[in-house]
T-cell receptor, first 113, second 114 residues
């Protein structure tokens, strides 16, 4: 199966850490991604992690991958109002000739000043 | 948006009319995709192209057709629009369909079918 699930909404205070969670069902995922969508815009790739890694850090962003539980998380340190957006996780699967990317439903992050 | 232009940005049309959305890229990327975004569904792949005149169906292709006569342009056509096709449509491109499929998205087209 190829379901990617996320909670719909997260609210945090400016300066706190945000943790956005995602679960997926296909253990053969090769790469997992986090995309950010600001209002009225397309999705922007934030970061990605290869499936044989446990963690990846990129400035304020930390991605954790638990393959056993098929759980992916994105931690944003020192969350700013500019981080308010919808965050999508996605998985990449070999689909017989091309890499099929399946997206979650998105988590809306609200940052309270 | 990584040299990707979608047109129009907004369109209102009536049920039963044909509609064509255009995606234009200046990156010379081989792969192009059309997605639709609906509340509660995230993004779903409609069609994709892996080269000029080479296209294939995604998971929600019924009622849609595509054409790619040039590397830079990928057209999505709704042959006879229905209200269920009211959505936000995104074009995306990628340099290769290797294992790491990094997608770059356009700004989207808001389509309303009345």
């Amino acid at each position: 199966g190829e379901d990617v699930e996320q909670s719909l909404f997260l609210s945090v205070r400016e300066g706190d850490s945000s943790v956005i969670n995602c679960t997926y069902t296909d253990s053969s995922s090769t790469y997992l991604y986090w995309y950010k969508q600001e209002p009225g815009a397309g999705l922007q790739l934030l970061t990605y992690i290869f499936s044989n890694m446990d963690m990846k850090q990129d400035q304020r962003l930390t991605v954790l991958l638990n393959k056993k539980d098929k759980h992916l998380s994105l931690r944003i340190a020192d969350t700013q109002t500019g981080d308010s957006a919808i965050y999508f996780c996605a998985e990449s699967l070999d689909s017989g000739g091309y890499q099929k990317v399946t997206f979650g439903t998105g988590t809306k992050l609200q940052v309270i000043p | 948006d990584a040299g990707i232009t979608q047109s129009p940005r907004h369109k209102v049309t009536e049920t039963g009319t044909p509609v064509t959305l255009r995606c234009h890229q200046t990156e010379n990327h081989r792969y192009m995709y059309w997605y639709r975004q609906d509340p509660g569904h995230g993004l779903r792949l409609i069609h994709y192209s892996y080269g000029v005149k080479d296209t294939d169906k995604g998971e929600v292709s019924d009622g849609y057709s595509v054409s790619r006569s040039k590397t830079e342009d990928f057209l999505l056509t709704l042959e006879s629009a229905t209200s269920s096709q009211t959505s936000v449509y995104f074009c995306a491109i990628s340099e290769s369909a290797g294992v790491n499929e990094k997608l770059f998205f356009g700004s989207g087209t808001q389509l309303s079918v009345l």
